[in-house]
Nanobody, 113 residues
């Protein structure tokens, strides 16, 4: 299984970015989402979405980030608005099937003040 993420980049505070992740297999019946890891910190959950469309967000991104999925494309997206310097991190997409967890390669998001 491969997860290909894209869409990272550098923006100023208050800007927006949209991350995309496409899986090489069908995860329409499974959980997909995004995690991030800032320098010197542990990887943390950003947002996940189940097959039923139920979304879960970290408190720090609620109201600013929106996760969505396109089952036909085996894809998950993360729309990030009103970005803050604290959002600077490598963002990883994630997919889960039973006991297996799959990770994308990570895409860097840098937010300058």
């Amino acid at each position: 299984v491969q997860l290909q993420a894209s869409g990272g980049g550098s923006v100023q505070a208050g800007g927006s970015l949209r991350l995309s992740c496409t899986a090489s297999e069908d995860f329409s019946q499974n959980l997909m989402g995004w995690f991030r890891q800032a320098p010197g910190k542990t990887r943390e959950l950003v947002a996940t979405m189940g097959s039923d469309g139920n979304a879960r967000y970290a408190e720090s991104v609620k109201g600013r980030f929106t996760i969505s999925r396109d089952h036909a494309k085996n894809s998950v997206y993360l729309q990030m608005n009103n970005l803050e310097p604290a959002d600077t991190a490598v963002y990883y997409c994630n997919a889960r099937r039973l006991v297996n967890i799959y990770w994308g390669q990570g895409t860097l998001v840098t937010v300058s003040s």
